[in-house]
Antibody, heavy 122, light 105 residues
Framework: QITLKESGPTLVKPTQTLTLTCTFS??????????VGWIRQPPGKALEWLAL???????RYSPSLKSRLTITKDTSKNQVVLTMTNMDPVDTATYYC??????????????WGQGTLVTVSS | SYELTQPPSVSVSPGQTARITCSGD??????AYWYQQKPGQAPVLVIY???ERPSGIPERFSGSSSGTTVTLTISGVQAEDEADYYC????????FGGGTKLTVL
């Protein structure tokens, strides 16, 4: 059974850097075709993909947020870390991590963690 | 940047068929995926690779593809199907549609 759980601060101040950790079990991030992605959802709004890291350490970022995002993995700890710099109130959202599958023709996410709400406010 | 377009809302009566569309230029070349999200919950994958159904997803959920449009069909809609539905695909990287709120009247 695959499970993922997000952890990190619930409140950050504007201009600060957000660091979120995804701790997972039930799969290995060294297995071919496997990845972990981050997706966020502002209150009442749609899902927005942020970043994805693959088993081979290939990394992909949302073009609109690429300059602010860094994704890394620690395979031995079964963790993936996302950092987002220069946080702004518009970044207030629930942040999800999800198990990713990479296939020719597109990647998908299943299952997802429960999500963690991050509020950006002074 | 690549976009996927969904109708904001769809309404159906119980027992009827709901169809939710998703349009995007890359859909003829890339797979589409569908997620169901109920209030306060994380999204759940209901269709992958255009038309495949994960284990545990009811048979009333199906997917199809035609040109630049993919469709999620829910046959015999039940009250428990009321949720937001998101399509997802990829061009050079993953992208989500804007979501469709399914209301069961």
């Amino acid at each position: 059974q695959i499970t993922l759980k997000e952890s990190g601060p619930t409140l950050v101040k504007p201009t600060q850097t957000l660091t979120l950790t995804c701790t997972f079990s039930g799969f290995s991030l060294s297995t071919s075709g496997v990845g972990v992605g981050w997706i966020r959802q502002p209150p009442g709004k749609a899902l927005e993909w942020l970043a994805l890291i693959y088993w081979n350490d290939d990394k992909r970022y949302s073009p609109s947020l690429k300059s602010r995002l860094t994704i890394t993995k620690d395979t031995s700890k079964n963790q993936v870390v996302l950092t987002m710099t220069n946080m702004d109130p518009v970044d207030t959202a629930t942040y999800y991590c999800a198990h990713g599958r990479a296939v020719a023709g597109g990647d998908w996410f299943d299952p997802w963690g429960q999500g963690t709400l991050v509020t950006v406010s002074s | 940047s690549y976009e996927l377009t969904q109708p904001p809302s769809v309404s159906v009566s119980p027992g009827q068929t709901a169809r939710i569309t998703c349009s995007g230029d890359a859909l003829p070349k890339q797979y589409a995926y569908w997620y169901q999200q109920k209030p306060g919950q994380a999204p759940v994958l209901v269709i992958y690779k255009d038309s495949e159904r994960p284990s545990g997803i009811p048979e009333r959920f199906s997917g199809s593809s035609s040109g630049t449009t993919v469709t999620l069909t829910i046959s015999g809609v039940q009250a428990e199907d009321e949720a937001d539905y998101y399509c997802q695909s990829a061009d050079s990287s993953p992208v989500f549609g804007g979501g469709t709120k399914l209301t069961v009247l």
